[in-house]
T-cell receptor
Framework: AQSVTQLGSHVSVSEGALVLLRCNYSSSVPPYLFWYVQYPNQGLQLLLKYTSAATLVKGINGFEAEFKKSETSFHLTKPSAHMSDAAEYFCAVSVLTGTASKLTFGTGTRLQVTL | ETGVTQSPTHLIKTRGQQVTLRCSSQSGHNTVSWYQQALGQGPQFIFQYYREEENGRGNFPPRFSGLQFPNYSSELNVNALELDDSALYLC?????????????FGPGTRLTVL
């Protein structure tokens, strides 16, 4: 079964520092992978997606992720953290269930940005 | 372009009651998925509707049911509410049911069961 694992439930960085949020996937077929962000008391917003085109995917708000098949990873990075990046981040893989395409999410990583 | 909207934003019910949550999909989208997000966890897939038919379901009991209407809006119904049903319920819409299509989420409905 396809799944994702997010390493680190909490990550704290200083403003201006590199952000690295880890996601590893398990899939026997080429996966479709997504990163979503969730601000407090809100729904999920798509940051970026990998659909087997370029392995380096650029998203919104300066985030990017690199698909590495050899490491089964899809880590999310941002060169310089901003206070507004503080939120919960979810990695997800799209899986076919019957004829439905469902998203299977990781457990999430809460990003804290300090001054 | 109107995004995904959900109503109500908050709801409080008691055990055994029934609840209906509503979702309007993003303009042009014909597929709606529902997810349950318990506190501190990632969303869990409940089911998906494509062109008014349920085309996939997660590990949820039959007391979770849904509908999709001709305008592609959707309802989630939960009967015989249990305390563990307390969660944020998220609706997501997409164009088609292919895995590579991104799903756009609404703000959610916070359900509290007492």
């Amino acid at each position: 079964a396809q799944s994702v694992t997010q390493l680190g439930s909490h990550v704290s960085v200083s403003e201006g520092a590199l952000v690295l949020l880890r996601c590893n996937y398990s899939s026997s077929v080429p996966p479709y992978l997504f990163w979503y962000v969730q601000y407090p008391n809100q729904g999920l917003q798509l940051l970026l997606k990998y659909t087997s085109a370029a392995t380096l995917v650029k998203g919104i708000n300066g985030f990017e992720a690199e698909f590495k098949k050899s490491e089964t990873s899809f880590h999310l990075t941002k060169p310089s953290a901003h206070m507004s990046d503080a939120a919960e981040y979810f990695c997800a893989v799209s899986v076919l269930t019957g004829t439905a395409s469902k998203l299977t999410f990781g457990t999430g990583t809460r990003l804290q940005v300090t001054l | 372009e109107t995004g995904v909207t959900q109503s109500p934003t908050h709801l409080i019910k008691t055990r055994g009651q029934q609840v209906t949550l509503r979702c309007s999909s993003q303009s042009g989208h014909n597929t709606v998925s529902w997810y349950q997000q318990a506190l501190g966890q990632g969303p869990q897939f409940i089911f998906q509707y494509y062109r008014e038919e349920e085309n996939g379901r997660g590990n949820f009991p039959p007391r979770f049911s849904g509908l999709q209407f001709p305008n592609y809006s959707s309802e989630l119904n939960v009967n015989a509410l249990e305390l563990d049903d307390s969660a944020l319920y998220l609706c997501a819409s997409s164009l088609g049911d292919w895995e590579r299509n991104e799903q756009f989420f609404g703000p959610g409905t916070r359900l509290t069961v007492l």
